[in-house]
């Protein structure tokens, strides 16, 4: 099944700084089952040794494009802009593909018959390789996966295939405020306009370590933004006319995240703070695995 011409599927990698891991990553892209795609990678202004990594791997389907650095969502855009295939997909520079991956998403267009965009499941595993959980498979119990995404975000970038045409008219927000939520940001947008389907095969794992970017982050990072997070969330149109009903809950999705960051980053009296305007919000989510796992945070931790 040809999707375009030249190459079915474009993958973007963003990278800054990962050059211990980015050459893994590569690899697991390029020994996929199906091979027709491209790889772009872009150094996000990286100062170690990225690009002499990248270079000595041979393949002409590699494209790597240096920028000055602007966080994850401007590169994600830069590689969206410099794509060629009809559908788009993203890895993060400390993540894996399974060989199947791709296999996997031609498999889900012919059976959504080339939806809008659609989501691979993944594993969580640590550095060694240990498998940890599964977050995403609770998605395919749901008649509408996207309306859960107002809650919280089971999805990962390098499971989210979107076509082209629709990513160019909605590239990620660009302010480094955001940085560690753009993505959610986009999904609730695209949700918003298209149904999200999923497909059941687990195709990728996410990588768990101590210096992922989204757990380093300091106190006023993380609130800067969860509220730039909602300020653009709240204000959007399609969800104002849509979706305008579970504001409520995507605040305390919003706080609520704050709230386990805050306990994670050492600060117990702000997290508990931001878990009461998550509670404020909308009072059931006392009754979640979400709130009890941030009491646990707070109080025994």
Not at 31 to 36: D, F, M, P
Not at 67 to 81: L, S
Not at 219 to 242: D, G, H, P, V
Not at 285 to 292: A, D, S, V
Request: aromatic share 10%.
């Amino acid at each position: 099944m040809m999707l375009q011409k030249d190459v079915d599927f474009s993958i973007i990698i963003p990278s800054y700084n990962r050059a211990r891991s980015i050459q893994q990553t590569i690899y697991s892209v390029l020994e996929q089952s199906y091979k027709n795609f491209e790889l772009i990678i872009v150094d996000d202004g990286s100062t170690d040794n990225t690009k002499e990594v990248v270079s000595k791997i041979n393949d002409p389907r590699i494209t790597y494009i240096f920028q000055e650095n602007k966080e994850r969502g401007a590169a994600r855009n830069t590689g969206i802009k410099n794509s060629r295939a009809q559908y788009v997909t993203f890895l993060d520079s400390d993540d894996r593909l399974y060989p199947n991956h791709l296999e996997e998403a031609i498999l889900a267009i012919k059976a959504f018959a080339k939806p809008e965009w659609f989501h691979l499941p993944y594993d969580i595993r640590n550095a060694v390789g240990k498998l940890i959980q599964r977050p995403s498979i609770q998605l395919l119990k749901l008649k509408q996966p996207e309306i859960h995404l107002l809650k919280g975000n089971p999805l990962s970038c390098m499971g989210v295939f979107v076509k082209r045409d629709i990513l160019l008219n909605n590239l990620f927000h660009e302010d480094r405020t955001l940085s560690g939520s753009e993505d959610w940001e986009l999904w609730v947008r695209l949700g918003c306009h298209y149904p999200l389907l999923i497909h059941e095969k687990v195709t990728s794992c996410l990588i768990q370590h101590e210096n992922r970017s989204v757990i380093n982050q300091n106190e006023f990072k993380i609130i800067s933004r969860i509220e730039k997070a909602k300020e653009l969330t709240l204000s959007n149109e399609c969800f104002k006319k849509r979706w305008w009903a579970y504001n409520g809950l995507v605040s305390s999705h919003l706080y609520a995240y704050a709230s386990l960051h805050l306990a994670m980053a050492g600060n117990k009296r702000l997290s508990l703070k931001y878990i009461f305007k998550a509670i404020n919000n909308n009072f059931t989510f006392i009754f979640t695995r979400k709130f009890l796992g941030i009491i646990k945070a707070i109080f025994i931790s």
